[in-house]
Every structure is written in C-alpha cells, then in structure tokens.
C-alpha cells in the first residue's frame, strides 16, 4: 500500500497487514454462511439467540458503514434490519459487495490515524485500531456461535485457521 | 513500556496496547468460566463439542507456553491436558497465574521482533503478531462457544465488549 510509506519494521502490525487478517476472517465467516442449510440459516437457533442470518446482518450493517465513518467522518446511522428475500444468495452477494467496499475505503485510511480517537454511529468510541479490531473480533464471536449453531446440525464447520 | 520507545505514533498498535487489548479479552473470559454452574463447566456440551472447562484447558496451554516460546526460543510442548481436581476454583487459579506469566514475558518481547517469522509447538508458522493475534482470536473464537453453552443452560453471560 502506498500510504505506509511511513511505517518502519517496527510496526506490530502494517496497516496492510490488518486489511488482509481482517478480509482473511470474513473468507471464513462466508464459508459458515454457505454451510448452513437454507432454513437453518434464518430459522435455526440455540438458547434464544438470534440466528446466524441476524447475526451476519448486524456483521454487515458494521463493515462498510464503521469503516466509511472512520474514514471520511460523517455520521452513519447502525442499520441492522437489512431487506432481504429469505435467500442465503443475497447473503452472500451482500457479504461480497462488503468486501469491495472493505477494500475501497481501506485504501483511503491514512495510517497515522489509527491512534486517532472517533466516535462511531454516534455512541461508541475508542482509537481507530480499536474499532477495526472491534469490527473483527464481533465477527469471530459471533461465528464461533454459528460454529455451534452447525455443529447443533450435526454439520461441521470450516476450519478456523483457513484463512485463504 | 520502556522497550517500545523505538515506536513512533505512527504505530496501528503499539505492544503495550496489544497486550492490554488481549488482557482485556482474557478478563471477559474469566467472568464466562465464573459464569458457568461447577457441574455444567466440566460436563454441558453442544453436538458433541467439548466442555468449556476442555476449551479453558486448550487456552491455559497456549498462553503462556506459546508466548515463552515466542520470546526465549526454546521449543515448547503443547500440553492441553492439565492435571486438575474437577473444580472450577483450580481453572480460576491457573487463569490469573496465566495473567501474570503474560505480563512477565511480555516485557522481555522486544517490539522490533513482531515481524520476525518463528514456529511454534514446533509446528505452527508464522510472524509473531500472527501468533500473538490467533491466540487471542481462538480464545474469542472459543468463549463464544461458551457464551452458546451459557445460553442454553439459560444463563446470561458477561458483556463481550466491558474488558475493565
């Protein structure tokens, strides 16, 4: 990436480094979402927890709206009651568009700002690299509930640590 | 941290936040293993996936044997299988002797060595950000698990996002 023209080796982690753990994380969470069975995936739920479709629509109403937020500063309303058709396809065209959209504002997030403080959809707050980790760590908790979700199916999920 | 004065504010993270973002994620972890009934902790599972107190075992193996690998070198053996009498209070012990374990080897990491490339358990490659990152991820992964298994048994469990 061109913009980390000022990052040294001492980086913990470049800027580029996180879009691809970050793009990696939601190359397995697209691969839950194909293993549910249709119905499963809208219907299916343990303990009174919301179902893996609600839990990918609140997934997607974070990614591209968080991640626009931060990078050009104008207020995003958190909508997670996405219109859809009942069809795991749109899902998956949705998540897809995501990560184009993941990758377009990424390339316009300069890297001093991710020690900068923001306040996102007007309530949370917290750096930048806070957010972004935020971002994905909300998705690996909430997948590894689909995890138990497909397991409940008698389907096992896809491997964790496949990120490719 | 005195040893990270070679890092500029240009860092996306710096090692002291990254150590204090994953000591966070292990707090919320402990109030899920204070969450769960003793019996439940050791014996409720979900399709056939392992106990809680069995992914707690896998954490404990990871933290501290993993992290000394990374700073002193020393080839460490994976041990998942801890000696324990059946009680709660004995993971909660090992947990907090973990906590401390972290911090100590944490200030002998020197920042410069977050891209270095090493192995772990003798098997598992990668930068040591990467390591770091999949130890705090497969926890993250794991607890949500547990938060399922909290569900289902009907218990509210702790706030993902209170890390204090």
Do not use: C
Not at 111 to 136: A, H, K
Request: net charge negative.
């Amino acid at each position: 990436m061109e913009n980390t023209a000022s990052i040294t080796t001492s980086q913990v982690i470049t800027p580029a480094e996180l879009l691809e753990h970050w793009q990696g994380h939601r190359r397995v969470t697209r691969r839950v979402i194909e293993a549910f069975p249709e119905d499963a995936f809208f219907n299916h739920s343990i303990g009174g927890m919301r179902t893996f479709s609600v839990l990918v629509m609140e997934l997607l109403a974070i990614g591209v709206p968080g991640l626009r937020e931060i990078v050009e500063g104008k207020r995003e309303v958190f909508n997670e009651n996405l219109k859809h058709d009942n069809k795991k396809e749109t899902f998956l065209k949705l998540w897809d568009e995501t990560t184009e959209g993941i990758n377009t504002y990424w390339a316009q997030l300069k890297p001093e700002r991710f020690q900068e403080n923001v306040t996102l959809f007007g309530e949370y707050e917290g750096t930048v690299w806070s957010q972004i980790f935020y971002f994905i760590e909300n998705e690996i908790h909430h997948r590894g509930q689909g995890y138990v979700y497909l397991r409940s199916l008698g389907i096992e999920p896809p491997l964790f640590y496949v990120r490719n």
